[in-house]
């Protein structure tokens, strides 16, 4: 199956790359009902990130997609792709993208890049080479945030102001803590209130530093529980959940 891209929104879709390849330069992503989606996740999956958009946001397609199969799209190095789009003027790129089909779904085999002047074409890879796909049974347990202890909003300002307070000590961890109606981030030399308020009950959760580099610039509505953490934007259909360190005193 072959599938016409008019136009490609290029910053759109560098932001959206971006966004994944924080975990994984192993670009993978799905075409489905009106939305480009992508779960990518650590080795361990102790961090797995859910971005979503609307086709139309990134790719202006005339054609109708297929009814009740997914397009899978995988690149081995998603900083490929970022460099061959960086080829052509802002805006000014069509695609067309070469699909086999199989008994569940379509999978990429190529991508296109072209305009009047130039011609780049991309070849992809098995998605199943890169990891293992995530159902939307596993998707929805692993962003569950039913029985969260306490929420609270984690602004951009505060994500930049912790993640300058991480180079003060040497630890791996810091911990989120909700009592006396405040948020606080402590960590082995610093103290500091993320927020003056909280829903649910008191209590605290320890996290590994580097999980923070995986969250965008953005707002966040996050859901803390004794196992897990789950960072949902405000600003974009992201989702991420890393896993609370159970073994950090």
């Given at each position: 199956?072959?599938?016409?891209?008019?136009?490609?929104?290029?910053?759109?879709?560098?932001?959206?790359?971006?966004?994944?390849?924080?975990?994984?330069?192993?670009?993978?992503?799905?075409?489905?009902?009106?939305?480009?989606?992508?779960?990518?996740?650590?080795?361990?999956?102790?961090?797995?990130?859910?971005?979503?958009?609307?086709?139309?946001?990134?790719?202006?397609?005339?054609?109708?997609?297929?009814?009740?199969?997914?397009?899978?799209?995988?690149?081995?190095?998603?900083?490929?792709?970022?460099?061959?789009?960086?080829?052509?003027?802002?805006?000014?790129?069509?695609?067309?993208?070469?699909?086999?089909?199989?008994e569940e779904d379509f999978v990429c085999s190529s991508m296109r890049l072209f305009n009047n002047e130039l011609e780049i074409t991309l070849a992809c890879s098995d998605p199943s080479l890169g990891f293992k796909d995530l159902t939307d049974a596993q998707l929805q347990t692993i962003f569950d945030r039913e029985g969260s202890d306490f929420d609270f909003v984690l602004d951009t300002y505060t994500l930049g102001k912790i993640k300058s307070l991480f180079s003060l000590d040497k630890e791996e961890t810091f911990s989120i803590t909700a009592s006396n109606s405040e948020v606080r981030v402590k960590g082995k030399t610093y103290n500091y209130q993320a927020n003056q308020s909280f829903n649910g009950s008191a209590s605290e959760a320890t996290l590994y530093k580097k999980y923070l580099n995986l969250l965008d610039r953005e707002e966040y509505c996050v859901y803390v529980s004794g196992n897990k953490v789950v960072m949902k934007s405000n600003d974009s259909n992201t989702f991420l959940t890393i896993a609370t360190c159970q073994t950090a005193e």
């Open positions: 199956m072959k599938l016409e891209i008019n136009r490609i929104d290029q910053n759109s879709f560098v932001d959206f790359i971006n966004r994944l390849k924080a975990i994984d330069t192993f670009l993978y992503f799905k075409l489905r009902t009106g939305a480009v989606t992508s779960a990518v996740y650590l080795p361990q999956r102790d961090a797995v990130k859910l971005h979503t958009v609307e086709i139309k946001d990134i790719f202006s397609i005339s054609q109708a997609l297929p009814e009740g199969k997914e397009l899978k799209v995988a690149f081995f190095d998603a900083n490929k792709v970022l460099d061959a789009l960086k080829m052509f003027n802002a805006d000014q790129v069509q695609a067309v993208m070469e699909f086999q089909e199989n």
